[in-house]
């Protein structure tokens, strides 16, 4: 029994490495071969089957008047756009957790619950149907097809999910925690960046790479809501695809575009496993 | 000089956390509030650490009004039944935490700190994470940040209650010791349980809370001998006091069809009908006493515990030694007379062994 559990556990381990990395692989291979070696036959071995080139990697450096694409612009923009919107969404959004977790609001019959709800509320509906409002908007305020509009709308895409999922966390951190700080002499400032946030590191990744990830992958608003003036890599990676499909550039940018997120995982896996916060209270 | 409450009430919901609560605590002292849990006993330290506003009412230390001074100035220290410590600082830092706060100079702190460490017994834990320590462990390094702030309140909210048994006893013990060592004549000490037995050891000066009032205050011995009513008996006994309904005539006491002869102490009693109580230590095995059913027998360490049951009583009776008992088997049991105590029909105290009377 327990011999077909290891080689059953081991098998689903190396399917799901394989399922997973395999197309990682194939887009890396891709990358370094060009229009012949796509589209004549199957190739898989540099130098065997194919002759390697890095002409789709110079596309995408390479400015438009010389038949390149260029996404060096738009990669910029989309980490500018992504960190400043999570940036600001994290910190607007845990001290509204904090809020939510600890006070108690009341006007009319909207409690604590509904608040939270209100939030989260805005990830609900289907972005499409928030799309001719936010384009009036920014249009109206002359924020279109600018960075900082595209700021301020992710922040409305990201704050909910930092509120979430900071909330549900604040949740959990014991009330007497805070309690045992005032009573220690800590304002309330004091007892929230000195002790409640310290130990809330875990939440704080949790919530900063679900921004991170849900900022940098969307596509439908940087799509709407920008022209020619500012770019994001995720459009820009779409727009690659005309006539002929240039597979080897797309891959190319497929893998410079999810490389960030890679690296900010492997960064953050390390934190999640840390923080604990059984000390507090057994 | 007093901390002096008067007509504390407060009412978040329904039902009274605290209702009419007065006392005028003095320096120096050790105080114990016993009640169920639920009685208030942590609304009660809460407000006086100031995390809760009473709705009514008034607090005063140092002839100050002390609900208008904020929490974190109010110099009071307080340790939660719950191991409340802070995860993400180490033992040495969790206790210079509050020290800190307060500006020390660091050889101020550093010889605050190792005092407080050598009092709990936790030298040479300095370095060591929250997490890594036991339940006991964890409790003391809170008290040895309470201790090491020297604060003029401490404040102690069933601290013994979530660690088990022989922690409990070593800890109790060792508390007795740091109470009447590690304190100064400045400090007021307030303890709050659910267990009398606490309550007896650390000998001082206590308040029965139930339902968020006050029900008896006194020194511990004179609420343990004369309890003013029937639910401090309950509360102050472990097992809580027996109480049979009953009454008593010119020649004996009765109660369930059972005759007894009438105690020196209730010679004076008018014959009426009463509400019986006796301790559970005070009901004896005996061949030729009353018969009763068993409906439950515990051992619990070296004593049993029998459930008894007879018409419409039941009763608990420790019995000092471990025995075994088949359920709805008969026993007979023999009552101490000389230690009944007669409740009134109002509950309230009528005639104690000790002497007590309720007016």
């Known amino acids: 029994m327990s011999k077909l559990y290891t080689f059953l556990k081991y098998f689903f381990i190396t399917f799901w490495t394989v399922f997973v990395v395999a197309p990682f692989l194939w887009a890396v291979s891709t990358s370094f071969k060009d229009f012949q070696s796509v589209n004549s036959k199957v190739t898989y071995i540099p130098w065997l089957d194919f002759e390697p080139t890095l002409e789709g990697w110079r596309v995408l450096i390479k400015s438009p008047a010389k038949g390149g694409v260029d996404i060096v612009e738009p990669y910029f923009n989309s980490i500018f756009v992504t960190c400043t919107a999570s940036l600001i969404s994290i910190v607007l959004g845990t001290l509204a957790a904090y809020a939510l977790s600890r006070f108690t609001f009341k006007a009319g019959f909207v409690r604590n619950n509904d608040i939270t709800f209100f939030f989260i509320s805005q990830r609900i509906m289907p972005p499409i149907v928030l799309s001719i409002p936010f384009f009036i908007f920014l249009s109206t305020i002359g924020l279109l097809d600018s960075l900082l509009g595209l700021v301020v709308v992710y922040i409305v895409l990201l704050m909910p999910i930092a509120v979430w999922i900071m909330v549900d966390f604040f949740n959990r951190v014991p009330k007497e925690l805070d309690e045992t700080a005032l009573i220690d002499g800590c304002n309330p400032y004091q007892a929230f960046y000195k002790v409640v946030l310290p130990n809330s590191i875990p939440g704080l990744i949790v919530a900063g790479m679900f921004c991170i990830i849900f900022g940098w992958i969307d596509f439908f608003f940087a799509f709407i809501l920008t022209f020619t003036e500012v770019q994001l890599l995720p459009v820009k990676v779409v727009a690659l695809n005309s006539s002929i499909t240039p597979w080897w550039s797309l891959s190319a940018s497929a893998l410079v575009s999810v490389a960030p997120l890679i690296i900010v995982a492997f960064i953050v896996e390390r934190y999640l496993s840390k923080g604990n916060l059984s000390g507090a209270l057994k | ?359």
């Open chain 2, 1 to 359: 000089m007093n901390l002096i409450g008067e007509k504390i009430s407060y009412k978040p919901d329904e039902q009274f956390h605290l209702n009419d609560v007065s006392f005028n605590f003095k320096k120096g002292n050790l105080y114990t509030i016993l009640g169920r849990t639920l009685s208030g006993k942590t609304t009660l330290l809460k407000t006086i650490a100031g995390l809760l506003n009473p709705d009514q009412g008034s607090i005063s230390f140092e002839e100050k009004d002390f609900i208008k001074i904020p929490v974190w100035e109010r110099n009071v220290a307080m340790v939660y039944q719950q191991f409340i410590n802070y995860p993400h600082l180490n033992v040495y830092e969790n206790i210079t935490f509050p020290l800190k706060q307060r500006k020390l100079s660091p050889e101020q702190i550093k010889k605050d700190v190792d005092e407080a460490l050598k009092t709990v017994g936790l030298v040479g834990f300095e370095n060591r994470k929250i997490q890594e320590l036991s339940g006991g462990q964890q409790q003391r390094v809170a008290l040895a940040r309470s201790l090491a702030k020297k604060a003029k309140i401490l404040l102690l909210d069933e601290p013994l209650v979530n660690l088990d048994y022989k922690l409990r006893e070593q800890l109790r013990e060792e508390f007795k010791r740091i109470f009447s060592e590690g304190l100064s004549q400045d400090t007021i000490l307030i303890y709050s349980t659910t267990d009398p037995q606490e309550v007896m050891e650390l000998n001082g000066e206590v308040i029965v809370l139930d339902e968020g009032k006050v029900l008896q205050k006194g020194p511990a011995k004179e609420i343990f001998e004369n309890p003013s009513n029937l639910k401090v008996a309950e509360i102050s006994n472990d097992p809580p006091m027996n109480v049979l309904k009953g009454s008593k005539n010119s020649k004996n006491l009765n109660f369930e069809n059972i005759s007894l002869e009438i105690p020196n102490h209730f010679k004076n009693l008018e014959d009426r009908d009463y509400n019986f109580g006796i301790r559970a230590s005070e009901i004896k095995l005996d061949e030729n006493g009353e018969e009763f059913e068993i409906e439950l027998a515990e051992i619990s360490g070296s004593e049993t515990l029998l459930h008894l049951k007879r018409g419409n009583s039941k009763i608990i009776a420790l019995i000092e030694e471990v025995m075994n008992f088949k359920i709805h088997e008969k026993v007979k049991i023999n009552f101490n007379a000389n230690k009944f105590y007669a409740f009134g029909e109002d509950e309230k105290l009528v005639s104690s062994p000790y002497g007590g009377t309720n007016g």
